[in-house]
Structures are given as structure tokens and as C-alpha cells.
């Protein structure tokens, strides 16, 4: 970069800070408005923070009620970050989550507050029981986006109260909290759980995007191999599941997966993209000693190689050959 262009590049930067110091200089002079109105509006009506939050303008205007969504929801934007850091803005937080008659979008945003603030474990530690019961209060809330992001947090935790609750809801023992494919997909993010049965029921009556995963989390339990060769074998199946499947069956047991990839690379009736994977896989992923030792393979590769009405199963074939060890 020529100095010249440096120098405009540091005029430009900053240019922007200035711009980003004057719109949060302005967004807390209309913050102290809104405090101050909302000071005087509680004071009528005989309400009113401790003292040494009351003086506060953004606790001040995140706990009143009384006022519009957007300008609640904007202080966590704006200074969530910072106000992280204190315990009562946290205990406030808590408070506006569980409070079942406040406003579903500010609820919603605490939550998304709190969730960035846990992640400061040592800092948030104090806080995590709280945290942790109100997750669990959410569960069962009337507002379906706050029951999503609370199955999400406590699934991904491993909690047990949650799973215990998805599978009593995917049993018809209880009612599910989340969409049944979402509370599948939750489950699955512990293979120590019993979920194939589950994944299976997706794979069947799942979108495309959904099928992937499925065939993805089955890559975990080995009784999964003969159902994920069949969706491998499948070629009315889509590209990308097939090719997922290819992958947790190729985790789950090489030899079969060698034995099959070796059948559809050499098939010409099979989707060219999938064959080129499984020659791609057999090349690099494999045991390549053992491929290059199957010497009908080999030869099939060959006719592979010179076969230009699927040029890309081609083009990986004659590498293939070119990385035999007696070249």
C-alpha cells in the first residue's frame, strides 16, 4: 500500500470513528430524555427504582414497562455489552425474562442478552442457578420463540430435565415444547442418548436439508451402517444426502464404505457427483494400499478414465492411476 493510500485509509477510519463517537454521544442524550419521562410518569403513579438505579438511565428505561418495545430493546442493543458487567443489570434482565407479562419481544431480547453474558463464565457465575431456572421456567412459556431459544440452550447443555421432557413430548407421553423434527434434531446432540429410532422417523419424513442431518447424526451409532448404505445406494436420493450418508457410513465402517464407494464410482448410470466423491474419498480418505492392491478395480478405473461422457469422474479416475505406487 502506497503511503499516500495508507494515509486516506487513516482519514477514512477515522471519519467513521468520529461519525460512531457523535451517534452515541446523541443515542445517550435521548436515553437521559426518555429516563426523565419515565421518571416522572413512575413518580405519578407512585413507582419508582432504588435509588442508586433510579438514577440510572438505562436501567431506567430497560424495567419501565409502561414504555413502547423499541426503545427498551435499543439499550440492550446499544449498551448491553458494558452493562453485562453488573450484577443488577443482570438481576434485571432475569426479572424481564420471567416476567410472563411483559413484552414477548423484550423478553426475547433479555434472553439473547443473557445468553452473550454467559459466556463470560467466571463473570456470570454467580448468576448461573438464576439463569439456569429461568431456561427451565421458559420450557413451558405461552410464547413459542422463548420456548425455542430455552429448549436450544438447555438441549445443547445436555440438560436432562429438557430431554427427558423432548422424548416424553416425541413418546405422546407429554406435550413437546418445540416442533417435533426440532426436537429430534435436538436430542441428537447427544449420542449418548438412544435416538436412532428418532433419526430414522426424520430421515423419512424430512426435507432434503433435514434428510443431510439426519444421515449426518447417524454417523454416530453403528446399528445405523445397513440404512446408511441403503441411502448411499439410493439414486433417487438427493446428491448431498447421499453424500453425507457416504461420510457417516465411511466413519462408522471404512471396509463397507470402501466396498460400495468402489461400486458407484464405477457405475455409469450413477450421479456423476456422487461417483467423483466416492473416488475422491477412495483416493484420499481411504486405505489407498488396499485400493491400489484390487487390481479389477484398477481396471475399471481405467475404462473409467477414458470415459468423457461424465468428465469429472474421468479427470479423478486418471489421477487415481497417476498415484499408483508402481508409477
Known amino acids: 500500500m502506497s503511503e499516500q493510500a495508507a494515509q486516506r485509509l487513516e482519514e477514512e477510519l477515522r471519519r467513521e470513528l468520529r461519525e460512531a ?3 452515541h454521544s446523541q443515542y445517550l442524550s435521548e436515553l437521559e430524555a426518555t429516563a426523565e419521562a419515565s421518571r416522572a ?17 438505562a436501567m431506567t428505561v430497560l424495567t419501565d414497562t409502561s414504555l413502547p418495545d423499541e426503545p427498551r430493546i435499543q439499550v440492550l442493543h446499544q449498551l448491553g455489552p458494558s452493562l453485562s458487567r453488573r450484577d443488577e443489570f443482570i438481576e434485571a434482565l432475569l426479572a424481564i425474562v ?13 434472553l ?11 463473570r456470570f457465575r454467580p448468576h448461573q442457578p438464576a439463569y439456569d431456572d429461568a431456561l427451565h421456567d421458559l420450557v413451558a412459556d405461552p410464547v413459542p420463540a422463548l420456548r425455542e431459544a430455552a429448549v436450544g440452550i438447555l438441549a445443547q447443555q445436555h440438560d436432562p430435565v429438557v430431554q427427558e421432557t423432548l422424548i416424553q413430548g416425541l413418546r405422546g407421553e407429554g406435550s413437546l415444547p418445540v416442533e417435533r423434527e426440532r426436537a429430534i434434531l435436538l ?24 434428510r443431510e442431518q439426519s444421515v449426518r447424526f447417524m ?4 446399528d445405523a451402517r445397513s440404512t446408511l448404505e441403503g441411502i448411499l445406494r439410493d439414486k433417487n436420493e438427493s446428491t448431498s444426502v447421499r453424500q453425507q450418508s457416504g461420510a457417516s457410513l465411511r466413519h462408522l465402517a471404512p471396509d463397507r464404505f470402501e466396498a460400495v464407494a468402489k461400486e458407484i464410482s464405477t457405475d455409469t448410470t450413477d450421479d456423476p457427483e456422487v461417483r467423483t466423491a466416492c473416488l475422491t474419498a477412495l483416493q484420499h480418505l481411504g486405505d489407498t494400499a488396499r485400493v491400489y492392491a484390487d ?14 461422457s461424465a468428465p469429472q469422474v474421468a479427470q479423478v479416475a486418471r489421477e487415481l492411476l497417476e498415484r499408483r505406487p508402481d508409477l
Open 21 to 23: 463517537q457523535a451517534a
Open 41 to 57: 410518569a413512575r413518580s405519578s403513579r407512585e413507582e419508582g427504582l432504588p435509588g442508586d438505579l433510579d438514577d440510572d438511565p
Open 295 to 308: 487390481t479389477e478395480f484398477v481396471h475399471r478405473m481405467q475404462d473409467v478414465s477414458g470415459d468423457e
Open 112 to 122: 439473547q442478552a443473557l445468553g452473550s453474558a454467559a459466556f463470560q463464565v467466571l
Open 98 to 110: 420471567k416476567d410472563r407479562s411483559d413484552s414477548p419481544a423484550v423478553r426475547e431480547a433479555a
Open 219 to 222: 454417523g454416530s451409532y453403528p
Open 187 to 210: 436430542l441428537a446432540e447427544d449420542d449418548h442418548l438412544d435416538n436412532l429410532p428418532w433419526l430414522r422417523e426424520l430421515y423419512r419424513s424430512g426435507s432434503e436439508s433435514v
